[in-house]
């Protein structure tokens, strides 16, 4: 581990980690999409069909490049805004990690191949995590958004 | 890029990325957390605050060991279980990559600090990414999930 910022944190920390990615995505569409967990990731899926929505975690491998992980600031124009945002302030796909979050609705499992349905991942996306979607956390209904996210996708 | 499954995914992928950490968990409490977004980065942050709450991924730094990340079965006893689950069906921090997933409340932004309500993180936890909670996406309250999640803490 190296030294960053070490009197601002009090700990020695890499300014880096490396991501081992868990499987992929076979087939990407927002209707039916199927994620393949790798077999040395498998035994993970246990009594994973106890939940019907998953978060799923991907690698947005298409803007793993230097200039998309310099990028910090971008105009949402799909949704139909002229506003310069900042990355952390939008789901925009280019941002210094390039992880995407997708809630899913699991419809199938057959043995490591996951069926959901949501799933906003192109073909071949890495996968990173699957977690199961908790509503006590995970669902505030009630909270303030901008105007222009409650147009055009919701991501 | 490296050769992994090529065939069955149709593209030539690596089994591995990088991530940078983005920032740090200043002080860590779920009831006010602080969150010092490195300098570089900071301009990610603009239009920020037109958002009630945020999600939050950081490295669960304590739990990236080799064993830790091996770890793909677990008891969730938090939840009072002793039953035997997959990392991908629970919150577990013992997970192959060691991402921690936290919906919080922004109560302040104070240049690059975000003082936030509902972060489990630990103080010196790296920060990989911020999004917007966007509730048309990430809001699902009629979801299906085992009776032990709804016992215990959250996650």
């Given at each position: 581990?190296?030294?960053r910022?070490?009197?601002l944190?009090g700990?020695k920390?890499?300014a880096k980690?490396?991501?081992?990615f868990?499987g992929?995505?076979?087939k990407?569409s927002?209707?039916?999409a199927?994620v393949?967990?790798?077999?040395e990731f498998?035994a993970?899926?246990?009594?994973?069909?106890g939940?019907?929505?998953l978060?799923?975690?991907y690698?947005?491998?298409?803007?793993d490049?230097?200039?998309?992980?310099?990028?910090?600031?971008?105009?949402?124009?799909?949704?139909?805004?002229n506003?310069?945002t900042?990355v952390?302030?939008c789901r925009?796909?280019?941002?210094?990690?390039?992880i995407?979050?997708?809630v899913?609705e699991l419809l199938?499992?057959?043995?490591?191949?996951?069926?959901?349905?949501g799933?906003?991942a192109s073909?071949?996306s890495p996968i990173?995590?699957?977690k199961?979607?908790?509503?006590?956390?995970?669902?505030i209904?009630?909270?303030?958004?901008p105007?222009?996210?409650?147009q055009g996708?919701?991501t």
């Open positions: 581990m190296q030294v910022d070490s009197l944190e700990t920390m890499s980690a490396e991501v081992h868990i992929t995505v076979l990407g927002e209707e039916q199927e393949r967990v790798f077999p498998c993970g899926l246990k009594q994973i069909t939940f019907s929505h978060i799923i975690l690698w947005m491998h298409l803007r490049s230097k200039k998309e992980r310099k990028t910090l600031l971008v105009f949402p124009r799909k949704h139909a805004i506003l310069e900042g952390f302030a925009s796909p280019s941002r210094p990690n390039p995407g979050l997708c899913v199938k499992v057959e043995e490591c191949v996951l069926t959901v349905k799933l906003d073909e071949g990173v995590d699957i199961p979607y908790l509503p006590r956390a995970d669902c209904p009630d909270v303030r958004v105007e222009w996210t409650t996708p919701t």
